[in-house]
């Protein structure tokens, strides 16, 4: 069984910067893409970003490109969000996920997920 475990999440003010981790179980971290999501209050959890195994191909939401970046460290089993220039719209819940196969943008295209660490974005 995969566990994954978000941390880093707090109350910030706008326009500062947070770095989020997911903590992976397993030996097999490195053999699956991973992906962010959110979900803000009373709506769709939404795709953030994506990294391929190896790292060497990410991907992004429009409305966090040039903010956020995703990494990966395989060797300590972790992914990385790292966000900036936060804003009170990406106050949500932030998922970890690993993807299992299909469109990399896709919520159905991921079967592992973590709890979540929740983001505040106050202005």
């Known amino acids: 069984q995969v566990q994954l475990v978000e941390s880093g999440g707090g109350l910030v003010q706008a326009g500062t910067s947070l770095r989020l981790s997911c903590a992976a179980s397993g030996r097999t971290f490195s053999s699956y893409a991973m992906g962010w999501f959110r979900q803000a209050p009373g709506k769709e959890r939404e795709f953030v970003a994506a990294i391929t195994r190896s790292g060497g191909s990410t991907y992004y939401a429009e409305s966090v490109k040039g903010r956020f970046t995703i990494s990966r460290d395989n060797a300590k089993n972790t992914v990385y969000l790292q966000m900036n220039s936060l804003k009170p719209e990406d106050t949500a819940l932030y998922y970890c996920?690993?993807?299992?196969?299909?469109?990399?943008?896709?919520?159905?295209?991921?079967?592992?997920w973590g709890q979540g660490t929740r983001v505040t974005v106050s202005s």
């Open positions: 996920a690993r993807h299992s196969g299909g469109s990399m943008l896709l919520k159905e295209s991921y079967n592992y």
